[in-house]
């Protein structure tokens, strides 16, 4: 698009003029190119950041806390593919590195099962270490069996969703794997719950 | 557990008194049996109420305000078992009822294609859309393919899900869904973050 002021740019991405101020003021989105004291033109670029920055928000669920250390790996250009992927995927996790948890030999036994390689230091290990912890805490432990089918269901998937992101421009396949990675989460995870209802109505009725 | 002061309660639960108290003042965990001006004592049903508010929060992610309201959907002892289920799952989701959103046409035919009933309130086909809608403005649209492999995936599983929940007391069945729902999702993201990492590995190293 032709350059903007920031009035056409909150409009192109449907928020108020305020919250794009903010945006800016936070660091979340790049200064435009100044026109004066007080006034700046607005490009695609920010169009799409904002775009992002929403969706990571409202879609995702992040604080602004973790949307800028996402948007820090998206953006740190020292980094190669690779090591951006994974600092950006790393910072989506909750957990720190879990030691003494009892649920990590299970965490270990289903990997071993599904064949799959993980680093010991993943931070998907410990989350997943964690939540079994506070199911089992709850008296509501998650069996091997249902690990098992979740693995299943995900791994036929995961192979689509990796090699989706064809990309060789470094800055677009990471800002894919953030948006594949967090948005792709509340599909599933609405999917999941339709499903559940389906379910309850079919049985339950 | 026999009856015992503020300070094991807290140790029980691995959390500082402080955040215990918070929680009392908040109204997230009921008061214990006064026996004195300023000392209680706290039972079984308090550890079991900290352990549920700590894993919503630290572990699903819950802000407090969420916190509140899935309890009180567990708590409302003046509604059915059905009634305080769906309450509670209708809590969990982000979104209001949503209009005119492109995607809610997507979202009816995939409910169509796998014959799922759901209601057409149901927040989750408001939440679904708007990811769609999200992800589509970012020019990373979810394939029909993709929604129908994720509904597969996890279509076998929901029921598996929903008849675990076997017991007949109303409060912990509430209880059950709640948990189920909200501390099998970070395992079911784990599980595929995990996949992702492995797949990653195997087609990109």
Redesign the interface.
């Known amino acids: 698009m032709d350059p903007v002021w920031i009035s056409d740019l909150a409009a192109a991405c449907d928020l108020p003029v305020a919250t794009v101020k903010y945006y800016l003021r936070e660091g979340l989105l790049h200064p435009g190119e100044a026109t004066g004291a007080t006034r700046a033109r607005y490009d695609d670029s920010h169009v799409?950041r904002l775009?992002?920055v929403?969706?990571l928000s409202?879609?995702a669920?992040l604080r602004l806390d973790a949307i800028r250390a996402v948007l820090e790996a998206v953006d740190d250009e020292s980094r190669s593919w690779?090591e951006a992927?994974g600092s950006a995927?790393a910072r989506?996790?909750?957990a720190d590195v879990v030691t003494g948890s009892p649920s990590l030999p299970r965490v270990d036994e289903?990997?071993r099962r599904?064949g799959?390689?993980?680093?010991p230091g993943?931070p998907?290990?410990a989350?997943?270490a964690?939540?079994?912890d506070?199911?089992a805490?709850?008296d509501?432990p998650?069996s091997d069996d249902?690990?098992d089918?979740?693995?299943q269901?995900?791994?036929?998937?995961?192979?689509?969703?990796?090699?989706a992101v064809t990309t060789t421009d470094r800055a677009t396949a990471v800002?894919?794997v953030v948006?594949?990675?967090l948005?792709?989460?509340?599909?599933?995870?609405?999917?999941?719950?339709?499903?559940?209802?389906?379910?309850?109505?079919?049985?339950?009725r």
């Open positions: 799409r775009r992002l929403r969706a409202e879609v669920g690779h992927v995927h989506l996790a909750r289903l990997l599904r799959w390689h993980v680093r993943s998907h290990r989350d997943l964690r939540a079994l506070a199911l805490s709850l509501h998650a249902l690990l089918r979740y693995a269901a995900v791994e036929g998937i995961a192979e689509k969703e990796v090699t800002e894919h948006v594949g990675t948005l792709l989460e509340p599909v599933l995870l609405s999917i999941r719950r339709m499903a559940q209802e389906d379910a309850s109505y079919r049985l339950r």
